[in-house]
């Protein structure tokens, strides 16, 4: 499933209004990545919380840079995309699709970091200077996004 699937399902609504009868066995029990030392029992939760709070952080930070780009036009909107794109598979490519689907449909969005806020102010002065036909507050606004598309991402 790609990014664009999952972006579907956070748009038609991000949770589903039911509570589930119990939770998820595996959810409780699944981990990220190898164990090195998997005999130690004493090592606090599996899998960390932090962990999966920064995983969800990277999950809606992609899906909200993938909307970003399907809302700008030409070369800007297609570097954005594919950003994003790469972004998810950074951080949720090893997550099994049942879980970041779970997280979508029964977890609300945490709050977006510093850099998805600067995103979306420049992604908004962009749309925004494009419709009002205001060409070049719509150029300087592509060229900071651009740059900070670099700054996060390095774009290859």
Not at 60 to 87: C, N
Request: neutral net charge; glycine residues 8%; aromatic residues 10%.
């Amino acid at each position: 499933m790609s990014l664009q699937k999952l972006v579907s399902i956070a748009e038609d609504g991000p949770w589903c209004w039911t509570v589930p009868r119990k939770p998820w066995p595996h959810l409780t029990s699944l981990a990220f990545g190898p164990r090195p030392e998997p005999w130690r029992l004493n090592e606090g939760p599996s899998p960390e919380p932090w962990e999966i709070a920064g995983r969800q952080i990277g999950l809606y930070g992609a899906i909200r840079m993938f909307q970003f780009g399907q809302q700008l036009r030409g070369d800007t909107g297609h570097q954005m995309t594919s950003a994003a794109a790469r972004y998810f598979d950074g951080w949720c490519g090893t997550i099994p699709l049942s879980v970041l689907i779970y997280w979508l449909l029964h977890h609300p969005p945490p709050p977006p970091p510093p850099w998805l806020e600067r995103m979306s102010f420049l992604a908004n002065t962009v749309i925004f200077a494009e419709a009002g036909e205001q060409q070049q507050l719509a150029a300087a606004a592509n060229r900071q996004l651009i740059a900070s598309l670099k700054e996060i991402l390095p774009l290859a």
